[in-house]
C-alpha cells in the first residue's frame, strides 16, 4: 500500500490549505503542518479488526516517514462562479482532486466567510460609512463581509452561472459542466489570465469596491501564502499584507511554498510568537 502526499484548498467557503497523508483506507490531515488529525475508513468508520489495525500502522508508518512540507498542491478541479456580464471566472467556490469527484452545485453564491467569522474589516469602507452615519446616526452600518459577499453575488446574479474547470499545468483551464452552463460554455479552454490568481477577481471599477477585494485577500494573506504557483508580484503583496498582521502567520508559514522576503518574514513570526505567548 503506497502512501499519496498533497496539499488542498479548503472550501466552502475558503479556510486555507490542508496537508494529506493519504494510504487509501485512512487519512491523516494537518492545517497547520505540526498537528495532524487521524481518520480511519473502515465500513463501521471505527478501528474493527486486523485490518484496520494494520492500516492504521501503515499510515504512522507513512506521517513518521513524510517528505518535507508543503506537500504538492492536487486540487486542479476548481468550481468558478462566472460574472454575468463577461461569463469569466469571478469567484472560486470550492476545488476537487479530480473530474470524477465533481458533485452537483447546491448553492450558488459565494460566501466570503464562516457565518460565525467576525473581525474583518475594511478601513475604505468605515471611512465611506462614516460619513453615512452622521447623515443618519439611527442606522446600524452593515459589517464589512456582508457587504463584500453582496458586492461579489450581485456581480453574478440574478441568474448566476457556475462552472467547473479543470486547470492545466500551464494554468489554463479546460470549461465543464456546472450550473445554468449552456453548451457554448461546455469544453471551452481559458487562459490563465482569465482566472483570478487569489479567490476572487482582483479589478474592480469601483474604487470601494476594490479596496474591500485588496481587504479581503490581505485578511487571508497568511492562508494565501501557502498557494503554490503564485506569481512573484501578488507573492510579494500577500507576504507584506501577513506581516502586517502576524498573528496568524504561525499556523500557516509551515507550509509556505517560498519565502521572497525572509528578513521581514523572520521579523513577524518573531512577532507572532510573542503576541501569542502574552
Known amino acids: 500500500m503506497q502512501a499519496a502526499y498533497y496539499a488542498l484548498r479548503r472550501f466552502s467557503p475558503y479556510q486555507g490549505v ?28 471505527r478501528v474493527a479488526g486486523d485490518t484496520d489495525a494494520v492500516t492504521a500502522d501503515h499510515l504512522m ?20 462562479l462566472l460574472d454575468k456580464t463577461t461569463l469569466l471566472p469571478l469567484a472560486l467556490i470550492k476545488t476537487r482532486r ?16 464562516l ?18 452615519r452622521r447623515a443618519a446616526p439611527g442606522i446600524t452600518p452593515p459589517r464589512a463581509q456582508d457587504v463584500l459577499e453582496r458586492q461579489v453575488n450581485l456581480a453574478a446574479r440574478p441568474l448566476p452561472v457556475l462552472q467547473w474547470f479543470q486547470r492545466l499545468p500551464d494554468g489554463s483551464g479546460i470549461g465543464h459542466d456546472g450550473l445554468r452552463v449552456d ?15 487569489l479567490l476572487v477577481a482582483d479589478r474592480w471599477p ?21 498557494h503554490q504557483n503564485l506569481s512573484d508580484t501578488t507573492r510579494r503583496w500577500l507576504e507584506a499584507a501577513a506581516c502586517r ?34
Open 18 to 45: 490542508i496537508q494529506v497523508v493519504d494510504v487509501g483506507a485512512a487519512r491523516a490531515y494537518s492545517t497547520d503542518g505540526r498537528h495532524w488529525t487521524v481518520r480511519l475508513q473502515s465500513p463501521n468508520h
Open 61 to 80: 508508518c507513512a506521517l513518521n516517514e513524510r517528505p518535507h512540507l508543503p506537500f504538492p498542491q492536487q486540487d486542479q478541479v476548481e468550481l468558478w
Open 98 to 113: 479530480r473530474l470524477d469527484e465533481i458533485d452537483a452545485v447546491e448553492n450558488p453564491s459565494w460566501q466570503p466567510f
Open 115 to 132: 457565518t460565525t467569522a467576525s473581525g474583518f474589516r475594511c478601513a475604505a469602507l468605515e471611512e465611506a460609512l462614516m460619513g453615512r
Open 183 to 197: 453548451d457554448r460554455l461546455r469544453a471551452r479552454h481559458l487562459p490563465r489570465e482569465a482566472f483570478p490568481e
Open 206 to 226: 469601483d474604487p470601494a469596491a476594490q479596496a474591500l477585494v485588496d481587504a479581503y485577500h490581505a485578511w487571508h494573506a497568511p492562508a494565501l501564502l501557502a
Open 245 to 278: 498582521n502576524p498573528a496568524k502567520l504561525l499556523d500557516n508559514h509551515a507550509m509556505f511554498p517560498e519565502v521572497l522576503d525572509n528578513d521581514a518574514m523572520q521579523v513577524a513570526l518573531v512577532s507572532a510568537k510573542l503576541i501569542r505567548a502574552g
